[in-house]
């Protein structure tokens, strides 16, 4: 990794949610949390916790020299909402099978 630079993977154990159009695309008690120097904390849920059925890919990649090439996914009136790396580099493996929404809510008290 670049000098200076930073990327830490790790088990969450918040309740994470993401409400998109007034429905609940994903919610998780067991998101991976990424931190990364100069971004903001993300979290990437467990596919089975997202309304896949809710989705749709999308044509658009990009790429990261530190995380990979991301996919997307679109929901009604919301393009490219969510993102993943189904290859991730061997430096964030623990993203895989997760999928990120940049609008997430972290649940606060309890389950």
């Given at each position: 990794?670049?000098?200076?630079?930073?990327?830490?993977?790790?088990?969450?154990t918040?309740?994470?949610?993401?409400?998109?159009g007034?429905?609940?695309?994903?919610?998780?008690?067991?998101?991976?949390?990424?931190r990364?120097?100069?971004?903001?904390?993300?979290?990437?849920?467990?596919?089975?916790?997202?309304?896949?059925?809710?989705?749709?890919?999308?044509?658009?990649?990009?790429?990261?020299?530190?995380?990979?090439?991301?996919?997307?996914?679109?929901?009604?009136?919301?393009?490219?909402?969510?993102?993943?790396?189904?290859?991730?580099?061997?430096?964030?493996?623990?993203?895989?099978?997760?999928?990120?929404?940049?609008?997430?809510?972290?649940?606060?008290?309890?389950?």
């Amino acid at each position: 990794m670049t000098t200076g630079h930073r990327i830490t993977v790790e088990p969450g154990t918040e309740h994470v949610r993401v409400v998109l159009g007034g429905r609940v695309v994903a919610e998780s008690h067991r998101p991976v949390v990424l931190r990364e120097t100069g971004c903001p904390v993300r979290y990437y849920l467990p596919e089975a916790d997202v309304r896949m059925d809710l989705l749709t890919p999308s044509p658009s990649r990009t790429y990261c020299p530190f995380k990979g090439t991301a996919s997307y996914w679109s929901l009604d009136g919301a393009k490219d909402a969510a993102w993943a790396y189904p290859e991730p580099k061997d430096e964030v493996a623990g993203i895989k099978g997760h999928l990120c929404f940049y609008e997430t809510e972290v649940v606060r008290g309890g389950r």
